[in-house]
């Protein structure tokens, strides 16, 4: 019914930049959220921060000043602009979402494949 679908992950050094794209398709009605967690290795997945319909945003505290959300709207696709990248940013990148789809009562949440990030000198 939906699917999200990522892509822009990638090895980079230490201060490099990487922007991440995910963009959600099918029997969409009302996309409620859109955004991103992370989960490096042998870590628990953690928030990294979202897009709210309405237009606001929120951050994790580790990547505030450094990682931007943007969204295009006619695409239905969320960006993570991740600038002044760190070693400990490494991890899988998972874009989430909150969608209701058209043939559901309700929403629910969708994930995407994940895409990998390496930061490493």
């Known amino acids: 019914q939906v699917q999200l679908v990522e892509s822009g992950g990638g090895f980079v050094q230490p201060g490099g930049s990487l922007k991440l794209s995910c963009t959600a398709s099918?029997?969409?009605?009302?996309?409620?959220?859109m955004g991103w967690y992370h989960q490096a290795p042998g870590k628990q997945p953690e928030l990294v921060g979202t897009w709210r319909n309405g237009g606001t945003t929120n951050y994790a505290d580790s990547v505030k000043g450094r990682f931007t959300i943007s969204r295009d709207n006619a695409k239905n696709t969320v960006y993570l602009q991740m600038n002044n990248l760190k070693p400990e940013d490494t991890a899988v990148y998972y874009c989430?979402?909150?969608?209701?789809?058209?043939?559901?009562?309700?929403?629910?949440?969708?994930w995407g494949q994940g895409t990998q990030v390496t930061v490493s000198s």
């Open positions: 099918g029997n969409i009605q009302t996309i409620y959220t």
């Open positions: 989430n979402a909150v969608i209701k789809a058209k043939s559901d009562y309700q929403p629910r949440a969708y």
